[in-house]
């Protein structure tokens, strides 16, 4: 009983975990200007998250050590810090993006600006961080982000032509009115978003945080493989509820409070209030995870003992590396930029990063001194080659299409 509940405890977790701030104003912003087109990208999206977390959580199962712990061992010093400066600084601006998003939140459900709420959810930020257990934090933001299953709720009560949406699913092509260039470039965004590295840097050292081993692996997996994937869609049910609601009207997406208003109007109050509290608990849960993904890149580069399991006088500098993130992610959105602007360079710029993070995992889940015979299987091989080659052709053209579309505009 307690192994079955382990298992649906971590399989809900998963779900709620997949969703953050990049998911929601991506998913909106691009069903309302783009209809259902780009969902192909949610599901290529997953597809990657899905292999390349596999292989971190098998990693960190056999071995019992994080998968970035082992990149600067594999791969040398030069190749890790390549990897830890590509990680960290998409993790703070991810982190920044984060607590944004739930000031945005606090602003929606108070009415008071949201640069009010930014010191007041660092402060709850670095509470929950310093002293919640590790799992207790997961589990609770986890399950408490199940909340967004409104928008699959509402997408049904909106009572859309579902064939229109199959139809416009299966057209992969700009609507009229706009440029193949643009099109592509909020698909990367949207692969981004999906492909966020610290999602998979956090479950990797969260493994270690509750000491996995071999026997674990079967769980970890089965989280991975169903978990991200009805995560991906409730990504597609906030594209589809925008599609149904902004795109024949051609408003665009702007802010935070548009992403719920299509609950609103199919659910009313209640409707509001679950899916404001989805918000901020999909994003605070995000910023819990990409403030400590942070301290986790940091410390285990450098060989400094790492993990909320260790007490505080025992790992000071990996606590003074989450506490300081945390302060330049508070500094940054406090300097008065658009949290939906931060949000949107964010998940594009991951895009363009994500080779370094994902090649290192790729290597060393291929290492037999690692891992003995749990290697990448030959099939797992030939996927992830091709995953690799996508991510080097998506980093190239990133920033040359980011500068051509002036960022989408």
Partial sequence: MKRLLAFTLGFLTAIGG?????????????????G????????????????????????????????FDLVRERLGARTGLANLMASYFITLLTLAAQLGGVALALELASSIHYLLWVPVVGVLVWVVIWRLPFEKMEQTYGLLGLALIVFAVALWRLGPDWGALLNGAASPAPPPGEDWSTWWYYGIALFGASMTPYTVLFFSSGGVEEHWSSKDLGQARFNVFFGFPVGGLLALA????????????????????QVALPVSVAL????????????????????????LAAGYSVAQYLGWPWGKHLQPADATR????????????????????????????????????????????FIVAND??????????????????????????????????????KAGQ
């Fill in 268 to 291: 009313g109050k209640i409707g509001l209030i679950v899916v404001i509290v989805g918000f901020f608990v999909a994003t605070f849960g995000a910023a819990l995870e990409s403030g």
């Fill in 318 to 361: 990996f606590h003074t590396v989450v506490l300081l993130t945390l302060l330049a992610g508070l500094a940054l959105i406090l300097t008065t930029l658009d949290p939906i602007k931060v949000t949107e360079y964010s998940i594009v710029l991951s895009a363009a990063a994500l080779p370094l993070t994902y090649l290192p995992i």
């Fill in 368 to 405: 037999r001194d690692y891992l003995g015979d749990r290697v990448n299987s030959r099939f797992t091989n030939i996927i992830g080659t091709c995953y690799l080659v996508l991510l080097v052709v998506v980093s190239i053209v990133t920033i040359p299409l980011m500068i051509y579309t």
């Fill in 18 to 34: 997949f969703l953050d701030i990049g998911d929601l104003v991506a998913g909106a912003l691009v069903g309302a200007r783009f």
């Fill in 36 to 67: 259902m087109s780009l969902a192909w990208v949610i599901v290529v999206g997953v597809i990657g998250i899905v292999l390349f977390t596999e292989m971190s959580a098998r990693v960190t199962a056999v071995s019992g050590r994080a998968t």
């Fill in 238 to 257: 906030i594209m589809g509820c925008a599609a149904v609601l902004f795109f024949p009207a051609g408003v665009q997406v702007e802010h935070l409070s």
